[in-house]
RNA sequence: GGGGUUAUAGCUCAGUUGGUUAGAGUGUCUCGUUGACAUCGAGGAGGUCACAGGUUCGAAUCCCGUUAACCCCACCA
């Protein structure tokens, strides 16, 4: 028998591979301009190119999926490009690693032969990440792929670059920069971490030359006071007015430095007295330009102590000023030491504490390209989802500084930029240059630092489509429809791309902006390397499938909310995939040998198929609609509650009958045609968030075309929509349910049937039971199920429900417990009196019923008319038992 | 120092413009093996929606305050 064909448990290894290749393979990812459609565009926030997948990535890559498939279903132009970032620190550090593995580096073999290794590193690596997205389901169009360092986006970056400078908007200067000593590089503000951290404050007295007067200052970092070339106290600071102008001698090395005034200290910190470094603080770099201070260096670059420490030289950082403070101490010039805490700041990609250093970088002026991108969100040009992001996004760009963009490595793109050693002449040209533009001497060299990571990440929306050609891509797909990314990004990569994106695209680089929380582990902490809690996202696709990952990552889910990952979700998931697996083998094993082409007419529905289709409408209504507004959470619970609870539970239930019954085959085709329908047009509901399942099914049902991924979105059929049909089952469910229930309460022997006595209250349920009462028989284990007429006595000794509408009866003979069943009895006679309370002074409240809409009273006095019935139902079987 | 988020069942979380008897998954308890599925079915228990005010006919939902947890930003040595 066919059936045996379909395994009784859904195992996705059997399908996942082969799908996506059949799509891979038919080109269905592929998009090409097409005018007469809309277009619905996606670029991929680029993983890093030698990287792996982790949980963001997962999330991040089936929300996009999910729109993209949805909005390709519905049959938009629909564009997914997807690429990698080149990753300049990340992937350097990475090369440099295996380097050191052999015992050698990145110096020892000189630029061109490192970046051999990298592009071969690259070559090696690169294609785990985009093989791993297409594990995922992952719909991009791979044609397109692109790389930050591919020739196409490395002439963009040339181009914006040099476009820049010559718009005075990147300029080169000396100034403290943060420098990370481990990756030996210059890095930007937001590349800083700052974290509060247990540190001391120490005291130490500087003495006032030609008097025995001393003036106590207190520092975080002693072993800056060789680059000391002032100590600044507040103007109005009565403690120190009679010295400022005096000189100072610094300890150990014997300078006379200058006591200074300077609004900026806080009288009310430490001593009132601030040394001051020029050279290694921020603050004191501006105080220093202030009062034409001397910058003396005496960290380098690598953290160790330059020259100007005297005996201290060469010494790593910490541990000079371990000796130091020894030193410090032993010749009294260490007051006192005080705990103190402060945020330090540390190398976001190798957590090493930053040393603030002035070195000569590259930088961009930020505020004529900020606010252009500030009033693109506020005017609405741009929209976030959720909105708050938009206030942190502004409040950032409204704050901001420079960018530094100069790093001092080797993977990246290199600065467009050439000395002459001639004439000293800077040149910044978008094609590579052999003279001086100015003095036309051979003897020039370029700049030796690459541009940040970002720089390149900031034109990802236009640089991909072609830019700076006017390729027919950027005006048909350019604004990209949405950006979909994480909160933690916000500013590496969001703001740039919409600075970028207007000053260079020609208008916001997306219209929306989705953002995404994080993945945690089930304790709530951030998944991470260091700790070993991460979750690989491949070792879920391995055991339990991609659409049970994707599954689990979306139920739930709220826009910008953090998630946490749970094992037991992803079975829950998978369950849900195994439901819909036996949901589809119970039709696919009756479809067998039936008519395919059968079509049933309007008096063949039955009342379950009417609200089957009726359900099935608003569920489209409801998903579309959800996804619409990026609530995919709410979609998925919407698709999953209907197939379910609704879909499994009750209707295939009530086509059994229909089903097993060999005699009567046009019942059973009518019913086959609608499990078909219903279940077809689901799975394409299903199939943004469950692409490989919904696949496998809808191949081996009747369909058109030749892939779910490419059939047309379900719209709305309203001629579906089927109100009575609705009420009907609900009354028909109540009554199963309340039999099911109070068979369960007094211990009904599970296979045994109940006799059932249905008292209805209204004339057209009545007709309604008459005809559906097969239904009751069959779900609530009930037979025989008999009508009363209205005027019939009420049954004795029986087991009593009420529904809206009817009264149930289950004569129990001898068996029943008065005990238990007055107790039950009493239990929900108050819960129905509580409800009436409630609902009377609601309705006796004059001013509800004279402003509440009409529509709402009327309701609730349905309700409080439902109740009453109710109650009086229960007091009558309630004397009743007490008589006997 | 500034800003933000969260607080709902034992646990993890939904609840989108104020009108539900406040839901789901999971856990827990009782019962259930004949043809879709034990990765299942039926039923039960479990919540003063953090706390205190306010707006409203009506608040888990809107406003104010308090508390707690978390996050981001920030150049006090």
Known sequence: MAENNIPKVYDPKLFEKKWYQYWEENNYFH????????????????????????????????????????????????????????????????????????GTGRYELG????????????????????????????????????????????RAVREVFASLYEQGLIYQGTRITNWCPECNTAISDIEVEHETEKGQLWHLRYQVEGSDEYVEIATTRPETMFGDTGVAVHPDDERYKHLVGKTLI????????????????DPSFGTG????????????????????????????????????????????????????????????????????????????????????????????????????????????????????????????????????ISRQLWWGHRIPAWYCDNCGQVTVARDDITHCSHCGSENIRQDEDVLDTWFSSGLWPFETMGWPEETAELKHFYPTSVLVTGYDIIFFWVARMVMMGLAFGGDV???????????????????????????????????????????MLITGNTPGNDMRFYWERVESARNFANKIWNASRYMLMNLEGSDRQFVPTATDFTLADKWILSRYARTVQEVTANLEKYELGEAARAIYEFIWSEFC?????????????????????????????????????????????????????PHE????????????????????????????????????????????APGKKSEVLIHLLDEDLRRVFAENRDYIATLATA??????????????????????????????????????????????????????DRLTKKLQNESFTAKAPPQVVEAERHKLQTAQEKQKTLAERLAYLAKL
């Open 31 to 102: 998009a090409e301009v097409d005018k007469d459609k809309q277009p619905f565009s996606i670029v991929i926030p680029p993983p890093n190119v030698t990287g792996q997948l982790h949980m963001g990535h997962a999330l991040d890559n089936t929300l996009q999926d999910i729109l993209i498939r949805f909005r390709r279903m519905q049959g938009y132009n629909t564009l997914w490009m997807p690429g990698c970032d080149h990753a300049g620190i990340a992937t350097q550090a990475k090369v440099e690693a295996a380097l050191k593995e052999e």
């Open 111 to 154: 630029r061109e032969k490192f970046l051999e290794r990298v592009w071969e590193w690259k070559e090696k690596y690169g294609n785990r990440i985009t093989s791993q997205l297409r594990s995922l389901g992952s719909s991009c169009d791979w044609a397109r792929e692109r790389f930050t360092m591919d020739e196409g986006c490395s």
């Open 250 to 265: 610094l300890p150990l090395v014997n300078r006379p430095i200058p006591l200074f005034a300077d609004e900026y200290v």
């Open 273 to 404: 007295a601030v040394k001051v470094t020029p050279a290694h603080d921020p603050n004191d770099f501006e105080m220093g330009q202030r009062h034409n201070l001397e910058q003396v260096k005496v960290i380098e670059n690598d953290g160790t102590m330059g020259e100007g420490a005297g005996k201290y030289a060469g010494l790593d950082r910490y541990e000079c000023r371990k000796k130091l403070v020894a030193e410090l101490k032993e010749q009294g010039i260490l007051v006192s030491v005080e705990e103190h805490e402060h945020a330090v700041g540390h190398c976001s990609r190798c957590h090493t504490t930053i040393e603030p250093l002035v070195s000569k970088q590259w930088f961009v002026k930020m505020d004529s390209l900020a606010k252009p991108a500030i009033e693109a969100v506020k005017s609405g040009r741009i929209k976030f989802v959720p909105e708050r992001f938009a206030k942190i996004y502004i409040n950032w760009l409204e704050n901001i500084r420079d960018w530094c």
């Open 509 to 551: 680089p997306f219209r929306q902006v989705f953002i995404h929380g994080l993945v945690r582990d089930s304790e709530g902490r951030k998944m991470s390397k260091s700790l070993g809690n991460g979750i690989d996202p491949v070792e879920v696709v391995d055991k339990y499938g991609a659409d049970t990952l994707r599954f």
């Open 649 to 701: 539970d009750w209707y295939i239930e009530l086509t059994k009958a229909r089903l097993y019954d060999k005699d009567n085959e046009r019942p059973k085709q009518t019913a086959l045609y609608v499990l078909g329908y219903v279940l077809e047009h689901t799975l394409r509901l299903l199939h943004p968030f469950m692409p490989f399942i919904t696949e496998e099914i809808w191949q081996k049902l």
């Open 705 to 748: 075309g030749d892939s779910i991924m490419i059939a047309p979105w379900p719209t709305l059929e309203e001629n579906l929509l089927h109100d009575e049909a609705e009420a009907a089952m609900a009354a028909i469910m109540d009554t199963v349910k309340t039999v099911r229930n109070l068979r369960s309460e007094v211990g009904a």
């Open 783 to 836: 037979e025989p199920v008999t009508l009363m007429p209205t005027d019939a006595p009420k049954p004795e000794n029986s087991l009593t429900g009420v529904v809206k509408g009817a009264e149930i009866y289950l004569p129990l003979k001898s068996l029943i417990d008065v005990d238990k069943e007055k107790s039950r009895l009493a239990k929900e006679g108050e819960k129905i009196a509580a409800e009436i």
